[in-house]
């Protein structure tokens, strides 16, 4: 196929040949789900950094990508992900986007009451992560799963749990 998509299974993606003309618009509308979970995995690195790097990945790896894999998405968000821990790992902190700043609202959820945000915070690593990438981040579970590196069921479970603690914290009328 000459016209720049090739398919794979049932999904169209630009062809390796051809991605950089189209490489802006097949990831752009998921820069802003990228930049929150940067945000949300590397609270001390600011986040269009980490987006930049995972950028630079995807470029390099596009010719990996496999729609039947699941959606452009959750790849993207995944490596943004990865990008995010190993950066963690080998950066000086900076104090520029700490996660006490981090505004928990979103589609899903409004409440932004300082209480909320401190019990959420006060939540063991694994719970808050998985709340932050569900709520704030606004990703569905399969691409929760994806970026802690887990079963979806392992998700659904934790943030079970995670709400269990926040009730008990914040009380059945508190939050």
Not at 16 to 41: I, K, N, Q, Y
Not at 93 to 104: K, S
Not at 131 to 140: E, G, M, S, T
Request: glycine share 6%.
């Amino acid at each position: 196929m000459k016209s720049g998509v090739e398919s794979t299974g049932s999904a169209m993606r630009p062809s390796t040949a051809e991605l950089g003309s189209d490489f802006e618009c097949w990831v752009r509308p998921h820069v802003g789900a990228m930049r929150r979970v940067a945000a949300v995995t590397a609270p001390d690195l600011d986040p269009d950094d980490v987006v930049q790097e995972a950028l630079l990945r995807a470029w390099r790896k596009s010719s990996t990508y496999q729609a039947e894999r699941g959606p452009i998405r959750g790849w993207l968000i995944a490596i943004t992900a990865d990008r995010a821990r190993r950066m963690r790992g080998r950066a000086k902190p900076r104090n520029i986007a700490l996660l006490t700043d981090v505004d928990l609202t979103s589609s899903r959820r409004e409440d932004s009451s300082l209480a909320m945000r401190e019990a959420v915070l006060a939540l063991p690593a694994r719970q808050r992560e998985a709340v932050l990438l569900f709520y704030y981040a606004d990703l569905p579970v399969r691409e929760v799963a994806a970026v802690m590196g887990c079963a979806e069921g392992t998700v659904k479970s934790t943030l079970s749990d995670a709400r269990a603690h926040l009730q008990r914290t914040l009380g059945e009328n508190g939050g």
